[in-house]
């Protein structure tokens, strides 16, 4: 079955830090670019960072410093650290996979205090 899972979210206090993984099935993980969006309440989705198959990553203005986006291909698995986390962080976080056509998971739910 052809499916990304994530998990890793919650709630955490302002400053915080998380980690949010994402396993693929159905998948030949380590040939394709992952990444993770994020959709606050009212906005659009937007790209938080991504990671090629290289290896190349990038990030969105907003969480450079701050969150690191990795893989593993022997777990099929892409992570993403988000240290020194802000109330505007608070969102639903999703993994992407770019296999030609989208491949998105269910979301998890990142809630930041302030």
């Known amino acids: 079955q052809v499916q990304l899972v994530e998990s890793g979210g919650g709630l955490v206090q302002a400053g915080g830090s998380l980690r949010l993984s994402c396993a693929a099935s159905?998948?030949?993980?380590?040939?394709?670019?992952m990444g993770w969006y994020r959709q606050a309440p009212g906005k659009q989705r937007e790209l938080v960072a991504f990671i090629r198959s290289s290896g190349g990553t990038n990030y969105a203005d907003s969480v450079k410093g701050r969150f690191t986006i990795s893989r593993d291909n022997a777990k099929r698995t892409v992570y993403l650290q988000m240290n020194n986390l802000k109330p505007e962080d608070t969102s639903v976080y999703y993994c992407?996979?770019?296999?030609?056509?989208?491949?998105w998971g269910q979301g998890t739910q990142v809630t930041v205090s302030s």
């Open positions: 992407n996979a770019n296999i030609g056509s989208d491949l």
């Open positions: 159905g998948i030949i993980f380590r040939l394709y670019t």
